[in-house]
């Protein structure tokens, strides 16, 4: 592990172009994920619950089914957000920045980490291994990941057992088994 990198805090940042985490600022070449984007790719397309899509609809002006996809179950609180005009990087990454980074999805805010159902029926935290070109233990950034649960309780088990195909076939290392408040 890069030494230098290992000194940075474990704080999330401020800002549309840095992404959620401090390391985010340190990714080589302009690899943000946020272009890499592609329905069905490595890094599938996000997914945002009604209320998410709610609240990009009303930061952007714009109707919902100009930039989510109906969800692929019929009554599922679930959608997949739509690529940019070109077909690939996410609709709402303008090449350099988040155009909505202050009201951005769930799923934006998380990743490289994310919440899963696993093979056992735990809901899990889960890092990807491969889709991060920066090397830094994510087990350190669960604290962070950890307070951006609670508005998602309500809907975290539909969210969890919803893998867009891409994100399904990526690698992962699990994290954590999450222990759900009692209702």
């Known amino acids: 592990m890069d030494s230098d990198l290992s000194l940075l805090p474990v704080l999330p940042v401020d800002g549309r172009t840095a ?3 401090d390391f985010c600022a340190t990714c080589p070449a302009h690899l943000n994920c946020c ?3 592609q329905s069905g790719g490595a890094i599938d397309t996000p997914v945002a619950m009604t209320d998410e899509i709610s609240k990009l609809a009303d930061f952007t002006g714009l109707d919902r089914q100009s930039f989510s ?3 692929d179950i019929a ?5 997949k957000l ?8 996410c609709i709402f990454f ?16 998380l990743f490289p980490l994310d919440v899963i159902v696993d093979e056992d029926g735990q809901l899990c935290w889960i890092a990807y291994t491969t889709l991060c070109p920066i090397d830094v233990d994510l087990r350190r950034y669960l604290d962070h990941a950890e307070s951006l649960l609670a508005p998602m309780l ?14 399904a076939r ?9 222990d759900l408040p009692s209702r």
Do not use: W
């Open 19 to 21: 992404g959620t985490y």
């Open 35 to 37: 272009s890499r984007v």
């Open 69 to 71: 996809n109906q969800p």
């Open 75 to 79: 009554g599922s609180e679930v959608s």
């Open 82 to 89: 739509k690529t940019g005009a070109s077909g690939s990087g």
């Open 94 to 109: 303008d090449g350099y920045q988040c155009t909505v980074y202050e009201v951005r999805p769930f799923d934006c805010r």
């Open 154 to 167: 309500p809907h975290i088990l539909e969210y969890a057992n919803y893998r867009p195909i891409g994100m």
């Open 170 to 178: 990526q690698p992962f290392r699990k994290l954590k088994v999450i």
